[in-house]
């Protein structure tokens, strides 16, 4: 299979996670998920393109853009990043290790992005980026459960499936 040919298997597990995150309730959506997922197992452009095509489709759905946009849509690139690290593995403790360091800086970043851009609800101060993060918190717990309760099952299916009906999808795992 050349490297940058069309993935059916995975970009239908994709489109999948995008009709999930239509559906999301209370933060806890397969986008970090799908990003880890996309830069895994999707080559180059393919990769990138996929998440951001995913929230500039949903975001009008869900209560559109806002200052903090680029900060989310940067955060899901990095998760992309990690997620090509994650190439040539199926080694659960690796995509775990990545879901999590995807679900932590996207913490990282967005909550900077939101006390940045919300001069109106943070100090431009060490205090204001301190309170901004404590207030995030109980939204990272929810973005950390999904990010690895999706992880595991786009990576789970995939494996699976790559094993019983797309074989041409099988992971060439490192040696």
Known sequence: MHKDSV???AVGLIVLGALVRVTQALNFA???AL???AGARLRSWQAYLLPLALMA?????LGGYSANTPFVYGSFLIMVWIGS???RTENTLWIGAGAVAG???FFLITNFGAWLTSPQLYSRSVAGLVNCYIAGIPFYGRTLASDVLYAGVLFGLHAWLSRTVVRSERVAVAA
Do not use: A, E, M
């Open 85 to 87: 690290k994650l190439r």
């Open 7 to 9: 993935r059916p298997l």
């Open 57 to 61: 489709i949903t975001d009008p759905l």
């Open 35 to 37: 990003s880890l997922f």
């Open 30 to 32: 397969p986008v970090g």
């Open 103 to 105: 679900s932590l800086q």
